[in-house]
């Protein structure tokens, strides 16, 4: 099954400084997506057992599918994320950019 997610555009949105620290290094985008409906689906149906809306777990994928989902707790998580991210971006270098691999 195709996944219903363009995840690399979703990213620019939700999580713009990923791509300033990837600084142009190719990233194999169907890897991507495909992990993430992967994990995806893994999300929905552990909450659609537990009758449950989002929580915080250490998945970097719950939290984007949660944010997608408009759900504020995962929109402030990654809102913070991409703080800590700026700054981790602000202090790295070109040379230090080019060393970040997928």
Same mark, same amino acid.
């Given at each position: 099954?195709?996944? @219903? #997610?363009?995840?690399? %555009?979703?990213?620019? !949105?939700? #999580? @713009?400084?990923? #791509?300033?620290?990837?600084? &142009?290094?190719? !990233?194999?985008?169907? !890897?991507? %997506? ?15 057992? &537990? &009758?449950?809306?989002?929580?915080? +777990?250490?998945? #970097? ?11 504020? @707790?995962? !929109? ?10 700026? %700054? ?7 040379? %230090?950019?080019? +060393?970040?691999?997928?």
């Amino acid at each position: 099954m195709a996944s @219903p #997610f363009n995840i690399q %555009e979703k990213l620019k !949105i939700y #999580f @713009p400084i990923l #791509f300033e620290l990837l600084n &142009n290094n190719k !990233i194999d985008w169907k !890897i991507v %997506e495909k992990t993430f409906f992967k994990k995806y689906d893994q999300y929905q149906k552990k909450h659609k057992k &537990n &009758n449950s809306s989002f929580q915080i +777990e250490a998945s #970097f994928y719950s939290v984007i599918t949660a944010a997608i989902k408009k759900e504020k @707790p995962a !929109i402030m998580l990654l809102d913070y994320i991409q703080k800590l991210f700026e %700054e981790l971006a602000n202090s790295l270098d070109g040379d %230090e950019k080019r +060393e970040i691999k997928t």
